[in-house]
T-cell receptor, first 111, second 113 residues
């Protein structure tokens, strides 16, 4: 079982739709969590950090559920420009290498 | 503020040659990470440098090596290039505390012919 798992998708949604992605992690000692966005053939860009209390940035909301060991990303009112791959990143907080990347969930927003 | 920079943008080599890729972190960041991303695949962790020392390496052969300089910039060397080394090589930097976000450079696209 992978340490960080994401549904690869693709999620094809119409413009204006609300879409949610989940990411599960297996290491209960994980300390911090992030969502990155990666456009085709480009570098990942930090979308948002995920805090215990949940956080919102415009149309994007991130939640953390430590009991069930998953994080989620909700995108409201999807735009064509939201089409990208969304990477979940979990920081173990222990061990010599800390950052574990999921393989990403592909989103395609359709006109 | 300048982000992470990488050079060159593209690199074309032939099998058996050596490639050198360079990365400059964000000012104030002491940790540099290298990743390989083959076409259509996820990020594979290669190396982590902090304060001039290699802190960890991923599951790659020894012909992948690197170093970090006193100004925290870093170099990735790939010896005896193989066709399957063709990929996007991404560098990221972060503060050392270990709980912080990583910020990525635009990558170097290495093609091995």
């Amino acid at each position: 079982r992978k340490e960080v798992e994401q549904d690869p998708g693709p999620f094809n949604v119409p413009e204006g739709a609300t879409v949610a992605f989940n990411c599960t992690y297996s290491n209960s000692a994980s300390q911090s969590f992030f969502w990155y966005r990666q456009d085709c053939r480009k570098e990942p860009k930090l979308l948002m950090s995920v805090y215990s209390s949940g956080n919102e940035d415009g149309r994007f909301t991130a939640q953390l559920n430590r009991a069930s060991q998953y994080i989620s990303l909700l995108i409201r009112d999807s735009k064509l420009s939201d089409s990208a791959t969304y990477l979940c990143v979990v920081n173990r907080g222990s061990g010599t290498y800390k950052y574990i990347f999921g393989t990403g969930t592909r989103l395609k927003v359709l006109a | 503020e300048a982000g992470v920079t990488q050079s060159p943008t593209h690199l074309i080599k032939t099998r058996g040659q050596q490639a050198t890729l360079r990365c400059s972190p964000i000012s104030g960041h002491t940790s540099v990470y290298w990743y390989q991303q083959a076409l259509g695949l996820g990020l594979q962790f290669l190396l982590w440098y902090d304060e001039g020392e290699e802190r960890n390496r991923g599951n790659f052969p020894p012909r992948f090596s690197g170093r970090q300089f006193p100004n925290y910039s870093s170099e990735l060397n790939v010896n005896a290039l193989e066709l399957e080394d063709s990929a996007l090589y991404l560098c990221a930097s972060s503060f050392r505390t270990g709980y912080n976000e990583q910020f990525f450079g635009p990558g170097t696209r290495l093609t091995v012919l």
